[in-house]
């Protein structure tokens, strides 16, 4: 079945310092890919997303390119702030699946002034 | 303003007893979804619907059941089958389509003793 694998966390830096948290997928069709975000005791929002492949999917200085030749979705940032301190998730949705969403485990990133 | 809402924030049961988690939405969605989260842990479908008066399990739906009398609303009961609720329930919102990202809620946190 289809699956998402994140790299593991806590991941910790320091403020400016530059984010990759690295995402690969499983899947039998032509998924759409997310990073969704999550603030403590809060519900997941959506940071941004790529529909098909080599899309760049961009918002608040994050970014992601949907690699179909490495069946990758890596979430980059060049200069992280104390306020981007949250856990990712990354997470497919296969057009076969009638918008189920399949989400890695999650990455804790924490970041110090 | 649109958007999903869930209530209570926080709720606390006795072991034994049944309990319903409420989820609202006015984004005019046809899908809603409820997830599962545990700590340090991604999320996990618990039951999602596509359209009203039709729903499918998801990957973990044994002690849990749903109804969906309305679009608006997609309400969660928590059975005393179910071995492990202490948890975050999360519901979601979306068009259905794999194209398009799901829409979260706040999130309700359950604590059974």
């Known amino acids: 079945g289809d699956s998402v694998t994140q790299m593991e966390g806590p991941v910790t830096l320091s403020e400016e310092a530059f984010l990759t948290i690295n995402c690969t997928y499983t899947?039998?069709?032509?998924?759409?890919l997310f990073w969704y975000v999550q603030y403590p005791g809060e519900g997941l929002q959506l940071l941004l997303k790529?529909?098909?492949?080599?899309d760049k999917g961009s918002n608040k200085g994050f970014e992601a390119t949907y690699r179909k030749e490495t069946t990758s979705f890596h979430l980059e940032k060049g200069s992280v702030q104390v306020s981007d301190s949250a856990v990712y998730f990354c997470?497919?949705?296969?057009?076969?699946?009638?918008?189920?969403?399949?989400f890695g485990q999650g990455t804790e990133l924490s970041v110090k002034p | 303003d649109g958007g999903i809402t869930q209530s209570p924030k926080y709720l606390f049961r006795k072991e034994g007893q049944n309990v319903t988690l409420s989820c609202e939405q006015n984004?005019?969605?046809?899908?809603m979804y409820w997830y599962r989260q545990d700590p340090g842990q991604g999320l996990r479908l618990i039951y999602y619907?596509?359209?009203?008066?039709?729903?499918q399990k998801g990957d973990i739906a044994e002690g849990y059941s749903v109804s969906r009398e309305k679009k608006e609303s997609f309400p969660l009961t928590v059975t005393s089958a179910q071995k492990n609720p202490t948890a975050f329930y999360l519901c979601?919102?979306?068009?259905?389509?794999?194209?398009?990202?799901?829409?979260f809620g706040p999130g309700t946190r359950l604590t059974v003793t």
């Open positions: 979601a919102s979306s068009t259905g389509t794999a194209l398009y990202e799901q829409y």
């Open positions: 899947a039998t069709g032509y998924p759409s």
């Open positions: 790529a529909t098909k492949a080599d």
């Open positions: 997470a497919l949705s296969d057009r076969g699946q009638g918008g189920k969403l399949i």
């Open positions: 984004l005019n969605h046809d899908a």
């Open positions: 619907s596509q359209i009203v008066n039709d729903f």
